[in-house]
């Protein structure tokens, strides 16, 4: 999910300013036009923010993902436990954790949307709590433990120059310095998983590009990431440093990026590789759902 800006609704505004020039003006229609054309306030990042706690979930064994899904869910008002979600987002089979690349499509089951975003940063992560959006993560656990984890931020404090997670693993209000949390995060090239109501849609928009966040500049730069990973590194047969896993991400990239036919080649090499058939249809329905250039 990038951000959404469809050229469609300069077409839709004309005509719909057409017809109440000639049909008169219909009920409603012109302040919803107006509603949608104003200006979203986004609220400055100040010294400290918070928007939680969200519930803590301790996590099941490598369950971080679905656990880290169901706080935030629970945040918008919807009750599931990391089981129901591992049900559909570790469907695959994963004994290693969640791939992320199906979340979409569940948060479009619940009535919800998702942004898989790449290239973060402190300053978007501030922004994002500071309007009302939990931020999931992906990185390592710690400086000194380097496995994949995901966790969501709920708080921060520049005083303290400490992010606050909810963290499914080392429990609510675990602390992270701004210094390590860099570092932890550059494993993923800073990923980071927005999950909100179709409502919150214009605000979040905003709040990414008060960030200085572009989903078109991210997606490119990690589309290089990506490839410049490819070619240095050896197969693993296991971890995410496995060619096909990079073909996954390079495919999904191209979807953001709404380059079909190059999504498609990177998918089939990925499947060629041994990619599972389940994650690799989560990113098909993404290119397939991405709009033609």
């Not at 987002?89 to 898989?116: F, Q, S």
């Not at 992560?125 to 992906?138: E, Y």
């Not at 191209?254 to 989560?282: C, E, K, T, Y």
Request: proline share 6%.
């Amino acid at each position: 999910m990038t951000q959404v800006f469809p050229r469609v609704w300069s077409v839709v505004a004309g005509m719909l300013a057409f017809s109440v020039l000639v049909a008169g003006p219909v009920p409603g229609a012109a302040a919803r036009l107006a509603a949608a054309q104003s200006p979203v306030a986004v609220a400055a990042s100040r010294a400290s923010g918070h928007l939680g706690p969200l519930i803590n979930i301790p996590q099941t064994w490598n369950n971080c993902g679905p656990s880290s899904v169901a706080e935030v869910l629970a945040y918008w008002g919807i009750n599931r436990s990391q089981a129901q979600v591992q049900a559909v987002l570790r469907a695959d089979g994963n004994p290693h954790g969640m791939a992320p690349y199906g979340v979409p499509a569940y948060m479009r089951g619940l009535g919800m949307r998702a942004l898989l975003g790449i290239a973060g940063s402190e300053r978007l992560v501030k922004a994002l709590v500071s309007n009302g959006f939990p931020v999931i993560v992906s990185q390592y656990v710690s400086g000194t433990d380097h496995v994949g984890h995901y966790r969501p931020i709920q708080a921060y404090n520049d005083n303290q120059r400490v992010f606050v997670s909810s963290d499914p693993y080392l429990g609510q209000d675990h602390i992270i310095g701004y210094g390590e949390f860099d570092a932890i995060w550059q494993s993923t090239n800073r990923r980071f998983l927005v999950l909100y109501p179709p409502s919150r849609l214009a605000l979040l928009n905003a709040v990414l590009a008060a960030a200085g966040w572009d989903s078109a500049t991210a997606y490119q730069q990690d589309l290089a990431h990506e490839y410049a990973l490819l070619k240095g590194q050896a197969a693993d047969a296991t971890g995410y440093g496995s060619p096909r896993n990079y073909y996954l991400s390079i495919a999904w990239d191209d979807a953001q990026l709404h380059r079909i036919v190059a999504g498609r080649q990177a998918l089939r090499q990925a499947l060629r590789l041994g990619a599972n058939p389940i994650v690799a249809s989560w990113v098909t329905d993404a290119l397939a759902r991405a709009p033609r250039s």
